[in-house]
C-alpha cells in the first residue's frame, strides 16, 4: 500500500514539474488546458491504484481534485473530475459511488475555497499555508465519511485500511502539492505584475504630457529621454544623446543648475525644483521648471537623476508682461513712479557723481487735451517720451511720474552737460505741432549732486524747485500761444464761427464803451468777446455744420462748450477772470440758463454783455436751419427777453447806444 502511496504522489508531484516547464502566465489564464493536463495525470494514478478488494481501490485522486479547484478555480476541476468520475464508473465495482462520491466533494471544497480565499491568499501568502494543510484535513475526513456508502459489511475493514493513510499522509501531501502550485503562480504573479509595472512606467514614460529623462550621474550620458522633451528641445532623439544637459542650458542658469548637481552627485536624492532655459535645436532660448529626484537602477543600486520637465515660457511671458506693467507706464513705455521711487533708493552716488537729475514738465497739456480731446494729449505725451529716450544716453533713466511730468537720472552728467540735454529736448518738443496749430512746449528744471555724501533726494528737490521757477518765465507766454492757436484752429475749420467771434468782440466792444468802462475792462471784453465760443474746438464738426435745428442729445453736446472754453482758458494763468466770463455767457437773470443756472447778480457783468451780443449776432444772421431776422425784428426779440433772458439795464444801453433805435 506504501508503495502504491508513494507513487500516487510522486505523479502528483509531477504536476507541478509540468506546470514550471509551461508558460504559466498563460496557463492560469486556460482552464482547459488545465483541466486536460490534470486529466491525464488523475487517468495515471487511478490506473495504479491501491487494490483492497474487488472493485474497491484507492489513489490519490483527492489531493489532485481538491488541489486543482483550489489553485485553478471551477473549469478545470470540472473538466478533471468529469474525467476520473467516467473513468471511475467504466471500473465500476462495489466502490463506485464511494469513489463518485470523493470526487464530488474533493471538487467542491477545492473549488469553494479558491472562490473565497485565493485572492487573499495571493495578497498575504506568508499567512495563509496553514489553511492548505487544513482544506486537505477536510476533505479526507468527507472521503472517511465517504467509505459509508461501501457495502456494510466491508466498512468496517475498509475504514481500519485506509484511515491511517487517508488522515495522516493525504493532508501532507495535500499541503505539500498546494504548496507547490501556489508558489510557483505567486512567483508568476510577481512577474506578471513587474512586467505589467515595467511596461506601465514605459508607457508613462514615453507617453507623459511632460518632458522626462533619466540621466546617469556617475558621467552625465543622458540614459534614456521620451518624446516630450525632444518635443519641448526641438530636437531629435539620436542628435540629444550625444549631449550633456550642460550643453543645452542658457549660459545664465548654468550655475545654479549645477549647484543642484553637485548636491545630488554628493548623496543629496532630492527632490529639487528650478525654473531654468534651455538653448532649442534653432537657438531660441525656452524657459523650462525642471523637478529632479534621484533613483536607483539595476542590481548594483546605480544612481541616476531623473528629470520631469514642463514648458513654463507662456508663464514666464505673462510674469514678464505682469512685471513690465507695474513697472511701466502703459502710455509711454517708461518706467513709472513707483519703479521711479524704487530705483533711486537704490541708486548709489558713490562712483555715479556727479549726479543730475531732471524734472520735465509738458506746458499746456490741460489745454490741448480740452480743446483737441484727451487723446491728442496722449499723443503729445507719447511723442515727448520718444524724444526724451532718443535724447539720452545709455546710462540715463527716465521715468514718467505724473500725467504731464517726466524725471530723468543722468550718472556722471555736469550741469553743462545737462542743459545742452535740456534745450536739445526743448527743441524737439517744441517743433511737434498738434493739430497743425499748436506748438506745444516742455520746461525742465535740474538738481545737481556733486558730493557723493550726499542723498539723491536733495537733487530730486531741487529739480523739483528748479522746474518751478523755471515755468514762471517760460509758461505764460507758451499757454498763451497755445490759446489763440486754438481759436485760430477754430476759426479755420469754421469760417462762420470765425465772422461771428469778429462780429461779438466787436459788439462787446461797443456796449462797454457805452457803458463807460475803463480802457483795460473795454480791452478785456473785447479780447473775451472773440474767445467766447473757444470751447466749440471740441465739438464735432456734424454738429457745428448741422442742417437743420439739433436734436435733443445734439444740444446737450452744444451747451458743453461754456465748460470747456472755461477749462481751456483757465489753465492760463493771465486768462482766468476770461474763463468765468465764458463759463457764464449763456446764463439768464431769470435762472433759466446754462450751464450752473445762475440769475440776476451772480452772473458777471462780463458775461451778461457777451450774451447780448452774442444773441444780437445769431439773430441777424444767416443760419443753416433759418433765416437771419432784420435789425429791427432783432431788437423786438431783446426787448421782448428783457429782465428774462438778458439784463434789463444792459440790453437797453445797447438798443439805443449801440444799435442808434429807440426803447
Not at 471511475?88 to 466533494?105: A, N, P, S
Not at 505539500?176 to 506601465?200: D, V
Not at 545737481?448 to 529739480?463: G, S
Request: net charge neutral; hydrophobic share 45%; aromatic share 8%.
Amino acid at each position: 500500500m506504501i508503495v502504491d502511496i508513494s507513487y500516487n504522489i510522486a505523479l502528483l508531484l509531477s504536476l507541478s514539474v509540468v506546470c514550471s516547464l509551461f508558460p504559466f502566465k498563460k496557463l492560469q489564464d486556460k482552464g482547459i488546458v488545465i483541466g486536460l493536463l490534470a486529466s491525464a495525470i488523475g487517468l495515471l494514478i487511478m490506473l495504479n491504484p491501491f487494490l483492497l478488494y474487488a472493485g474497491i481501490v484507492f489513489d490519490s485522486r483527492s489531493i489532485l481534485i481538491c488541489v486543482i479547484g483550489m489553485i485553478f478555480g471551477v473549469v478545470p476541476t470540472v473538466i478533471a473530475s468529469v474525467s476520473m468520475a467516467v473513468f471511475r464508473v467504466v471500473m465500476g465495482g462495489d466502490g463506485m459511488v464511494t469513489g463518485l462520491t470523493v470526487i464530488t466533494c474533493s471538487a467542491v471544497i477545492g473549488c469553494l475555497w479558491h472562490r473565497f480565499r485565493f485572492e487573499r491568499a495571493l495578497e498575504h501568502p506568508h499567512l495563509i499555508g496553514w489553511e492548505f494543510y487544513l482544506v486537505g484535513i477536510i476533505n479526507h475526513v468527507a472521503m472517511i465519511l465517504a467509505m459509508f456508502f461501501m457495502p456494510k459489511p466491508l466498512i468496517p475493514s475498509i475504514v481500519r485500511t485506509v484511515f491511517l493513510p487517508v488522515l495522516g499522509f493525504y493532508p501532507i501531501a495535500s499541503f505539500l502539492l498546494c504548496q507547490l502550485l501556489f508558489n510557483q503562480l505567486e512567483r508568476q504573479n510577481t512577474i506578471n505584475k513587474l512586467e505589467a509595472s515595467e511596461l506601465r512606467f514605459k508607457t508613462m514614460f514615453e507617453q507623459a504630457p511632460i518632458g522626462m529623462s533619466l540621466t546617469d550621474l556617475s558621467d552625465g550620458h543622458i540614459v534614456k529621454v521620451n518624446q516630450k522633451y525632444l518635443d519641448i528641445l526641438g530636437m531629435a532623439r539620436e542628435e540629444l544623446m550625444l549631449k550633456k544637459w550642460v550643453e543645452l542650458t542658457y549660459a545664465d542658469d548654468l550655475q545654479a543648475t549645477r549647484q543642484i548637481t553637485e548636491r545630488m552627485v554628493t548623496g543629496d536624492d532630492g527632490p529639487f525644483s528650478l525654473d531654468k532655459r534651455f538653448i532649442r535645436h534653432d537657438g531660441t532660448p525656452i524657459w523650462v521648471n525642471i523637478t529632479l529626484s534621484v533613483v536607483r537602477t539595476g542590481f548594483s543600486g546605480n544612481r541616476e537623476s531623473l528629470c520631469m520637465t514642463t514648458d513654463i515660457s507662456g508663464r514666464k511671458l505673462a510674469e514678464e508682461r505682469i512685471l513690465h506693467v507695474s513697472t511701466h507706464d502703459a502710455l509711454t513705455g517708461l518706467y513709472n513712479r513707483t519703479h521711479f521711487e524704487e530705483h533711486v533708493r537704490h541708486l548709489l552716488v558713490v562712483g555715479n557723481t556727479p549726479l543730475a537729475v531732471l524734472y520735465g514738465d509738458i506746458n499746456g497739456l490741460s489745454i490741448i487735451n480740452e480743446a483737441f480731446g484727451r487723446h491728442e494729449g496722449d499723443a503729445l505725451i507719447r511723442r515727448a517720451a520718444q524724444i526724451v529716450l532718443a535724447e539720452m544716453g545709455n546710462d540715463a533713466y527716465a521715468a514718467r511720474v505724473g500725467g504731464d511730468e517726466f524725471a530723468l537720472v543722468l550718472p556722471r552728467t555736469t550741469q553743462q552737460e545737462a542743459e545742452v540735454l535740456i534745450e536739445s529736448i526743448q527743441n524737439k518738443v517744441s517743433s511737434v505741432m498738434v493739430r497743425g496749430s499748436v506748438y506745444p512746449s516742455i520746461t525742465f528744471g535740474m538738481g545737481i549732486i556733486q558730493n557723493p555724501q550726499k542723498d539723491i533726494n536733495e537733487a530730486i528737490r531741487l529739480a523739483e524747485n528748479d522746474v518751478n521757477t523755471r515755468k514762471l518765465f517760460q509758461s505764460p507766454g507758451a499757454r498763451g500761444k497755445a490759446v489763440y492757436a486754438i481759436i485760430n484752429t477754430l476759426h479755420e475749420k469754421n469760417k462762420r464761427e470765425e465772422l461771428h467771434s469778429q462780429r461779438v468782440s466787436s459788439l462787446c466792444e461797443r456796449l462797454a464803451q457805452a457803458l463807460d468802462m475803463g480802457e483795460r475792462q473795454v480791452s478785456e471784453l473785447r479780447t473775451v468777446g472773440l474767445l467766447h465760443d473757444i470751447g466749440k474746438i471740441a465739438i464735432s464738426d456734424s454738429i457745428l455744420n448741422k442742417q437743420g435745428k439739433l436734436d435733443e442729445d445734439e444740444w446737450r453736446e452744444m451747451k458743453r462748450h461754456p465748460e470747456i472754453g472755461y477749462r481751456i482758458l483757465g489753465a492760463v494763468e493771465e486768462m482766468s477772470d476770461f474763463a468765468i466770463y465764458v463759463l457764464a455767457h449763456h446764463e439768464r437773470p431769470d435762472g433759466k440758463g446754462y450751464p450752473k443756472g445762475l440769475s440776476n447778480g451772480d452772473i458777471p457783468l462780463q458775461s451778461r454783455i457777451i450774451a447780448i451780443a452774442d444773441s444780437y449776432d445769431a439773430m441777424t444772421s444767416e443760419r443753416t436751419y433759418r433765416k437771419k431776422s432784420s435789425v429791427d425784428e432783432a431788437v423786438g426779440e431783446l426787448k421782448r427777453c428783457a429782465g428774462t433772458q438778458f439784463d434789463a439795464h444792459l440790453v437797453q444801453v445797447f438798443v439805443e447806444k449801440v444799435l442808434g433805435k429807440t426803447w
